[in-house]
């Protein structure tokens, strides 16, 4: 053999390496998303460090999807969110190593709960007004709670002031307990 051959059989082995690293490593074979609660995340490993974690779709059968995050960040922020719902954007590689999945979570969101929507939407449509049983504990507390602060004139106005710019119903009860 001449060595250009060589050499060309060389670059070609080197060329193929890193390729097959890429192919099976670093290309995404399929991306997608995961919807659930956020179960685990954790740092593993004795030498090489990665963090893994957990999601409860809870889909009938309680299905759960093992993910690895290759972003410090972005596992950090997810850290806090433990026990709540969240939307993952991953993607799939042919092998996770040296991590334990497949799937890399590449960003992420808190999830909206409907259901708490639905509710907040429905308190806003109808005030606790057409219930007289919820109007008159609702007078009674918010009256009681604000006879303690009458002792003290300058924290009332703050209290007063300070509901005033944040929540416009319950200041228009402070006429409800001067009636």
């Known amino acids: 053999m001449k060595g250009s051959t060589k050499f060309f059989i060389l670059i070609f082995f080197i060329a193929a390496i890193v390729g097959g690293k890429y192919f099976v490593f670093d290309y995404p074979i399929s991306t997608g998303k995961r919807v659930g609660n956020l179960t685990k995340l954790s740092l593993k490993g004795k030498v090489l460090k990665t963090w893994e974690g957990t999601i409860d779709e809870g889909s009938g059968d309680q299905l ?82 604000l006879g303690t602060l009458i002792k003290n004139p300058e924290l009332y106005t703050q209290v007063k002031n300070y509901i005033k710019e944040q929540n416009l119903y319950l200041f228009k009860q402070y006429d409800v307990c001067n009636e």
């Open 64 to 145: 759960t999807t093992q993910f690895s995050v290759r972003s410090d960040a972005l596992a950090k922020e997810l850290y806090g969110y433990e026990g709540r719902k969240v939307v993952l954007y991953y993607e799939e590689y042919y092998l996770g190593w040296p991590r334990d999945t497949n799937y890399n979570v590449v960003s992420w969101k808190p999830q909206e709960d409907a259901t708490e929507k639905k509710i907040l939407e429905k308190v806003a449509e109808r005030p606790l007004e057409t219930s007289p049983a919820l109007t008159l504990l609702s007078k009674t507390l918010f009256c009681t709670f």
